[in-house]
């Protein structure tokens, strides 16, 4: 079966540009999740929605950036005012959303380079 | 402030060893503790994962053995093989819904490589 599905893979933008990164999730997972993977690190929580709605974006690091979820499946990350400190792989990963300890499956990412 | 520790940052084992992988953590509301492998280029897969009312659980050649008292679990796996070579990551969860979902705090990766 299908799994999540990130785009595009590689994107490359300079400084200032707005960027979109788009999650598709495994159908029928009602959970879903973006972190940021940083070079040589673990992957940092930024934000987790419950349907339609964000349920913690505690871990977005400022206001440029934005993630939507319209209609409760596919997700959009937005960065707007990209810095080079954005430069990073940002994971989306889905969840059945139901029962205790639902697992995380992660899509291979959207590796972001600014220049 | 990081609230997983994991050590150590490289690993070499020969293959058959045994490969053992260290974590620790800090806020004792964690309540879900699972592993994650992950191979270049690709995402995180979950390998096996314990919560903090067992003290060892077993799948396959992987184990995880938890240590509640000294805030300490860690990953073994036995008779490494080569494809098992890959960057390791232990993470801790909070849960934040009533829905069951969690918030993953994850350590700062153990690459391991074995060697024939």
């Known amino acids: 079966g299908a799994g999540v599905s990130q785009t595009p893979s590689n994107k490359v933008t300079e400084k200032g540009k707005y960027v979109e990164l788009r999650c598709d999730p495994i159908?029928?997972?009602?959970?879903l999740y973006w972190y940021r993977q940083s070079l040589g690190q673990g992957p940092e929580f930024l934000i987790y929605?419950?349907?339609?709605?964000?349920?913690?974006d505690s871990g977005l690091p400022n206001d440029r950036f934005f993630a939507v979820r319209p209609e409760g499946s596919v997700s959009t990350l937005k960065i707007q005012r990209t810095e080079r400190g954005d430069s990073a792989v940002y994971l989306c990963?889905?969840?059945?959303?139901?029962?205790?300890?639902?697992?995380?499956?992660f899509g291979n990412g959207t590796r972001l380079t600014v220049t | 402030q990081q609230q997983v520790k994991q050590s150590p940052q490289s690993l070499i084992v020969q293959k058959g060893g045994i490969s053992i992988i260290n974590c620790a953590y800090e806020?004792?509301?964690?309540?879900?503790f699972p592993w994650y492998q992950q191979f270049p280029g690709k995402g995180p897969a979950l390998l096996i994962a314990?919560?903090?009312?067992?003290s060892e659980k077993k799948e396959g050649r992987f184990t995880i053995s938890f240590n509640k008292s000294a805030k300490q679990f860690s990953l073994h796996i036995m008779d490494s093989q080569p494809g098992d070579s890959a960057t390791y990551f232990c993470?801790?969860?909070?849960?934040?819904?009533?829905?069951?979902?969690?918030?993953?705090?994850f350590g700062t990766g153990t690459r391991l490589t074995i060697i024939p």
């Open positions: 993470a801790a969860s909070l849960r934040i819904s009533n829905f069951g979902n969690e918030k993953l705090t």
């Open positions: 314990i919560r903090p009312d067992v």
């Open positions: 159908s029928g997972h009602t959970a």
């Open positions: 806020n004792t509301a964690f309540d879900y």
């Open positions: 990963a889905s969840s059945p959303g139901q029962g205790e300890n639902s697992p995380l499956h």
């Open positions: 929605f419950q349907g339609t709605g964000a349920a913690d």
